[in-house]
């Protein structure tokens, strides 16, 4: 059983903080911030980067739970999301990992710890933020478990041999023993560039075996979970909106619904389409892959585990919906307006008739 004798323990919660956030203005007001630019670990020019590249905010050494403390920082996007990442040291052993993995894995105090931090920088970065979202509790956490070296040399394809079993009990945060099935798909998606380095994806966990310390899976895991919660974020805002509009029009009569209260309901609906469109150009613009080198290769084997895909379809799909129902509310609004005119104008002819009859007498 080789020792591990490099490696750590990343852990994430990732949070809607606002519509926008203008990141030059946080890179002004925090002295200390770093660019989050994703550096690739082969020359591959323009093959993946960021158009306006997150802001990484170290917050320093905390504590996470009664036993376990870590280093944390704060990284922001410019379409809205937090990301809060706990790095803690990996313990010495293989069992050890694959025990302190599903420890953490199964600990529900975590996110509070994050939520912590988030709250706590949370009044510096308001002055940045557009539309800042507070009362969001949709929330993204990802587990990664990065060594950089054991004891001796290994191989991947030898990794996977003798420790397949467990590095996917290690996927999943569990202690015993996957059945045949559960373990091919936690295995399934996994990507090596030399013969010596492995990235493996699930749904809420990766694992990350490489020599050369490079960050730049680490960052595209993250981005892709801070896209994820985006595209959730404003799915259930359509969802609440749209559920809004049809009880409304469901409740009407022919006279209850007056014009102000439709116009209102209409240019709502219009903010958040407009909005939602803007967002999904921010998301498909922030992160440029292209190629198949090594990086985007990682990107489309996390974009696929997330179905991203399918979220962007499902927004797409209640934005259509959302089109119709406002063009609904723009030909009730006409007849409203038709109705109105017809009334002004029977009521012009019925004073026009009054008068006459008047003048006659």
């Known amino acids: ?42 020359q591959q020019p323009g093959a993946i980067q960021f158009r306006d590249p997150p802001v990484i905010l170290p917050l320093g050494a905390r504590p996470l739970t009664a036993r376990f403390s870590g280093a944390v920082r704060a990284k922001i996007f410019d379409f809205g999301v937090a990301s809060i990442c706990w790095e803690l040291d990996a313990p010495a052993t293989w069992p050890e990992l694959v025990e302190r993995g599903a420890e953490l894995q199964e600990d529900l105090t975590l996110e509070a710890a994050s939520r912590r931090m988030l709250d706590e920088i949370r009044p510096r970065l308001l002055s940045a933020c557009r539309g800042a979202i507070a009362d969001s509790k949709l929330v993204e956490d990802y587990f990664i478990v990065y060594v950089e070296a054991f004891s001796a040399p290994l191989a991947a ?43 493996i994806v699930t749904w809420n966990a990766a694992f990350i075996y490489d020599p050369e310390g490079s960050t730049e899976h680490v960052n595209i895991l993250e981005y892709a979970n801070a896209e994820l919660l985006d595209l959730r974020y404003y799915d259930t805002l359509l969802d609440r909106e ?46 440029k892959v292209i190629g198949d080198m090594y990086s985007a290769r ?22 259509r919906i959302a089109q119709q129902v406002y063009q609904v509310l723009l030909e009730e609004l006409n007849q409203q307006r038709f109705m109105l005119l ?11 008739t009054i008068f006459f009859a008047l003048s006659q007498h």
Do not use: C
């Open 157 to 199: 394809e030898v990794l996977l041999a003798n420790y397949g079993g467990s590095l996917a009990s290690l996927l999943r945060g569990e202690r015993g023993n996957l059945s045949t099935d559960e373990r091919i798909d936690a295995l399934r998606l996994r990507h090596s560039y030399l013969v010596d380095d492995l990235v």
């Open 298 to 319: 990682v990107y489309r084997l996390i974009a696929d585990r997330l179905r991203l895909q399918s979220w962007e379809e499902s927004v797409d799909q209640k934005l």
């Open 1 to 42: 059983m080789e020792q591990i004798s490099a490696g750590r323990i990343l852990i994430y919660h990732l949070f809607e903080l606002a519509e926008e956030v203008d990141l030059g203005k946080v890179r002004r007001d925090w002295a200390d911030s770093t660019i989050g630019q994703i550096v690739p670990r082969r």
């Open 242 to 287: 749209l559920d809004a509009v049809y009880a409304q029009l469901q409740q009407r009569t022919a006279f209850t619904l007056g014009r102000a209260k439709f116009l209102r309901t209409s240019q709502r609906l219009m903010r958040l389409m407009i909005e939602v469109w803007d967002l999904q150009e921010k998301i498909r613009n922030a992160l």
């Open 342 to 352: 017809e009334i002004i104008i029977v009521l012009l002819i019925l004073l026009e």
